[in-house]
Every structure is written in structure tokens, then in C-alpha cells.
């Protein structure tokens, strides 16, 4: 029995694969140390690169790991509060929604 997938298959899983991968990002802390993880010297320089498909390319530096986050992930922008709409204020009285106070559950 063959379980082989035909060629052209892979060749299609393969090409989805690379296009999906191309414009990722990594970032490489600069140093003479081997790369360790990103929260390690958060103060070192980092080199910003990407992927093309084929290589990875230095598209910036940036001054430290704060800097990076920053370029890389910026913040959402937040939604602007609406503003108040114009309404009349309360007026006195007892509706069905407002406490009564002490001096009208005297009055009664």
C-alpha cells in the first residue's frame, strides 16, 4: 500500500506554508552572549528582522526591548467616549426610581 501524498500536493501545502510565514518578524538582542530569550538584557540594542520567504533581512534596530515592544506592538487605539447627550436634569419630586428622603417619609 502506498501512503505517499502525491507530489503536487505537498508542493501546494508547502507554498501556503511559505506565503503564510513571509512578513513574521523576530527580533535578535545585540551582545556578544548567545540569543537567550527576549526578557534577558532588556536593555541591550535589538535588531528587528524579517522574513522573505527565503532569508531573513534586518529591517531596523531598535534601542532596547521596551523600544521594540513599541514598534512591533503598538497600543489599540481607544474608542472616544461619546459625549453626554443634552437632557433636562432631574427635577424634584418622588418618581418611582429615587429613594425618598427622611424628611418626605415624615411629611406623609
Same mark, same amino acid.
Given at each position: 500500500?502506498?501512503?505517499?501524498?502525491?507530489?503536487? *500536493?505537498?508542493?501546494?501545502?508547502?507554498?501556503? %506554508?511559505?506565503? &503564510?510565514?513571509?512578513?513574521?518578524?523576530?527580533?535578535?538582542?545585540?551582545?556578544?552572549?548567545?540569543?537567550?530569550?527576549?526578557?534577558?538584557?532588556?536593555?541591550?540594542?535589538?535588531?528587528?528582522?524579517?522574513?522573505?520567504?527565503? *532569508?531573513?533581512?534586518?529591517?531596523?534596530?531598535?534601542?532596547?526591548?521596551?523600544?521594540?515592544?513599541?514598534?512591533?506592538?503598538?497600543?489599540?487605539?481607544?474608542?472616544?467616549?461619546? &459625549?453626554?447627550?443634552?437632557?433636562?436634569?432631574?427635577?424634584?419630586?418622588?418618581?418611582?426610581? %429615587?429613594?425618598?428622603?427622611?424628611?418626605?417619609?415624615?411629611?406623609?
Amino acid at each position: 500500500m502506498n501512503d505517499e501524498e502525491p507530489l503536487e *500536493e505537498w508542493a501546494r501545502r508547502r507554498e501556503i %506554508r511559505r506565503k &503564510a510565514a513571509k512578513g513574521r518578524r523576530r527580533v535578535i538582542p545585540l551582545g556578544n552572549s548567545p540569543h537567550r530569550g527576549a526578557h534577558v538584557d532588556p536593555g541591550a540594542p535589538r535588531v528587528i528582522e524579517e522574513w522573505t520567504g527565503s *532569508e531573513w533581512i534586518v529591517v531596523g534596530v531598535a534601542e532596547n526591548l521596551a523600544a521594540v515592544k513599541a514598534l512591533l506592538y503598538p497600543l489599540p487605539p481607544q474608542p472616544e467616549k461619546p &459625549a453626554e447627550w443634552d437632557r433636562p436634569p432631574l427635577g424634584k419630586g418622588r418618581g418611582r426610581h %429615587r429613594k425618598p428622603s427622611p424628611a418626605d417619609e415624615r411629611d406623609t
